[in-house]
C-alpha cells in the first residue's frame, strides 16, 4: 500500500464543487502535486506547491493542505474534468517520492 | 516549450533487461534546476515512481525497485535511459519519463511506452 492514501472513486454533479484528499504522514512536511490523467493519455499537473497552477490549468482547480491531508479542489465541475486524480509527494524519510492510488472523479 | 520523447521496445522477455530511452527537446538536460524521472503505470492500475537522476549523473530509485534499476544519462544527446534488468510480468506496464522539478513535481512527461513482458 502506498505512503499516501487516496479515497478510490469520487463523484460529483455537473457543476458542483468537489474535494480529493491524499493523506499521509509526508504531507506534514511536504506539499503534493496534483495530476489529472485521462484514459489512455499521460498524466499532466495541475496543482504544486501551496496552490499553484502550471499554465493553461483553469482556476476552477485549487489545492490545499492541512496536517496530514492536502486537497484538490474543483469548483464547478466541468464534464471533462471526469478523470483519474494523482497526489505525489515525498516519502515519510524524505528521501524518495511517491504517489497516492488514485481518485477516479466521476461527473454526473 | 521542453518536450521528451521516449524510444524503446515494446516487448521483452522475461528475465531480460528492459531498456528504455527519453530526448529531450526544447531545452538542456543539462539544465541545473531539474532533475529526470521515470515513472510507471501497470495495467488497471495507479502511477509508481522507479527513480530519478541528475545530469551530472546523481541518482536515486524506489526501494522496492533499486536492486534492479539503473538510470544513466548522455548529454551529448541530450537523453536519460532507464534499465530495469531480471524482468517478470509484473513488471508489465505503460513506463513514463518527466521532468521533475522542485524536488518531486513532474511538470512534463513523455509520452508513455507501453511494455509488456513475455516470452
Known amino acids: 500500500s502506498s505512503e499516501l492514501t487516496q479515497d478510490p472513486a469520487v463523484s460529483v454533479a455537473l457543476g458542483q464543487t468537489v474535494r480529493i484528499t491524499c493523506q499521509g504522514d509526508?504531507?506534514?512536511?511536504?506539499?503534493a502535486s496534483w495530476y489529472q490523467q485521462k484514459p489512455g493519455q499521460a498524466p499532466v499537473l495541475v496543482i504544486y506547491g501551496r496552490n499553484d497552477r502550471p499554465s493553461g490549468i483553469p482556476d476552477r482547480f485549487s489545492g490545499s493542505n492541512s496536517g496530514d491531508t492536502a486537497s484538490l479542489t474543483i469548483a464547478g465541475a466541468q464534464a471533462e474534468d471526469e478523470a483519474d486524480y494523482y497526489c505525489?509527494?515525498?516519502?515519510?524519510?524524505?528521501?524518495?517520492?511517491?504517489f497516492g492510488g488514485g481518485t477516479k472523479l466521476t461527473v454526473l | 516549450q521542453m518536450q521528451l520523447q521516449q524510444s524503446g521496445p515494446g516487448l521483452v522477455k522475461p528475465s531480460e533487461t528492459l531498456s528504455l530511452t527519453c530526448t529531450v527537446s526544447g531545452g538542456s538536460i543539462s539544465s541545473v534546476t531539474f532533475y529526470w524521472g521515470w515513472i510507471r503505470q501497470p495495467p488497471g492500475k495507479g502511477l509508481e515512481w522507479i527513480g530519478s537522476?541528475?545530469?551530472?549523473?546523481?541518482?536515486y530509485h524506489n526501494p522496492s525497485l533499486e536492486s534492479r534499476v539503473t538510470i544513466s544519462v548522455d548529454t551529448s544527446k541530450n537523453q536519460f535511459s532507464l534499465n530495469l534488468s531480471s524482468v517478470t510480468a509484473a513488471d508489465s506496464a505503460v513506463y513514463y519519463c518527466a521532468r521533475q522539478n522542485n524536488g518531486w513535481i513532474f511538470d512534463r512527461w513523455g509520452q508513455g511506452t507501453v511494455v509488456a513482458v513475455s516470452a
Open positions: 505525489n509527494s515525498r516519502d515519510r524519510g524524505g528521501t524518495h517520492l511517491v
Open positions: 509526508s504531507l506534514r512536511s511536504f506539499y
Open positions: 537522476m541528475y545530469y551530472s549523473g546523481n541518482t
